[in-house]
């Protein structure tokens, strides 16, 4: 059965033993999910998917082994995919007497064999959790800083939520961190959000990335030789490497359309903050929209190359970036 996440006031945790939250605004979930179980002293068992499907008579022992101290289990899964719709299948068959589980899946496409499992069934439930509008950010940020009384510019209120991407659980954690800094100094300036925010990307990373799109080969080296950067950061450069080549992809289309590269960045939405437009303007003038659709083709190639030799990940990652940082565009 479907519920909005703004009916979960309808479900009942110790009815309700199937609970699928799906999506990946982890910031809502977690706010969410601590209302099901507020005003509850409630001990939760959490697991990984991947154990679960490695280990299963470990998890069914676990689970339906009995303890003079709970009446009732809570279990959260997480990370959860299609790959564990048979241990559901056995869980229902076995039964669910004083057992919840929720189970917490990042997007899942509506041919998902999950989804469609707990969408169908009415006795199970299936929240879908949509990333936030830059609205809905702006105005939970404009009202934790009221209620903290810290003074913040509409201005930087739309620089930590634009840079949030629609993620609730980053604007909780850069909120948590000004706060902490706002009992020092109740007036935050553009210079102290520069210091404070480090949202959804790994700053080394970031730029990294910016200096290779603006050609600065030294920086670019410096970056690489200061970092150690290792097989695992692989796919989080790739994933960024897009998402700033999309966002270039917008504005060198703007550029060819109107030839003025100031009315490009001032024009930009959701507008590019003053410290990063001379870097941005490097990259605009460095790559055509030709060349940057080229290197979004590549880039993904990349990354179908790293997830097959993992091993090697770094090096083929860092060896791209090297090429074309020095790279000559026609």
């Known amino acids: 059965m479907i519920y909005k996440f703004y009916e979960l006031n309808k479900i009942d945790i110790n009815l309700n033993s199937l609970i699928l939250f799906h999506g990946n605004n982890e910031g809502l979930k977690k706010e969410e999910t601590l209302k099901l179980f507020s005003n509850k002293k409630i001990k939760i068992s959490k697991y990984e998917e991947k154990e679960i499907i490695e280990n299963p008579q470990i998890f069914f022992e676990n689970l339906y082994s009995g303890s003079l101290f709970e009446n009732k289990k809570f279990i959260s899964i997480n990370r959860v995919t299609d790959k564990i719709i048979k241990i559901i ?4 068959n076995k039964g669910l007497e004083n057992i919840t589980i929720i189970l917490n899946a990042n997007i899942l496409e509506k041919k998902s064999k999950l989804r469609s ?17 830059n609205e809905t950010l702006s105005r939970l940020a404009k009202v934790f800083f009221k209620n903290k009384n810290i003074t913040v510019s509409q201005m930087n209120i739309n620089f930590i939520v634009n840079k949030c991407n629609g993620n609730r659980e980053f604007l909780n954690n850069e909120l948590l ?14 210079e102290d959000l520069i210091q404070l925010i480090n949202l959804n990307e790994n700053y080394s990373i970031s730029e990294l990335i910016d200096n290779c799109l603006a050609k600065n080969q030294k920086k670019t080296f410096i970056i690489i ?9 692989s796919i989080i450069i790739t994933r960024t490497f897009i998402n700033k080549l999309k966002k270039i992809l917008t504005l060198s289309k703007n550029y060819e359309s109107n030839d003025n590269i100031d009315r490009t960045i001032n024009e930009a939405k959701p507008p590019i903050f003053w410290k990063d437009k001379d870097l941005i303007k490097k990259q605009i003038k460095n790559w055509s929209t030709k060349n940057i659709e080229d290197l979004i083709f590549q880039i993904n190639q990349i990354e179908l190359k790293i997830k097959k030799n993992s091993n090697n990940a770094r090096n083929i990652i860092l060896d791209f970036i090297i090429k074309n940082c020095s790279k000559t565009n026609s």
Do not use: G, H, M
């Open 177 to 190: 961190k000004i706060e902490s800094f706002a009992e020092r100094k109740k007036n935050i300036s553009d």
């Open 117 to 133: 499992k707990f969408e169908k069934d009415r006795n199970l439930v299936c929240v879908a959790f949509y990333p936030d509008t």
């Open 225 to 233: 030789n200061e970092n150690n950067f290792n097989n695992d950061d």
């Open 89 to 92: 299948d056995e869980v229902i």
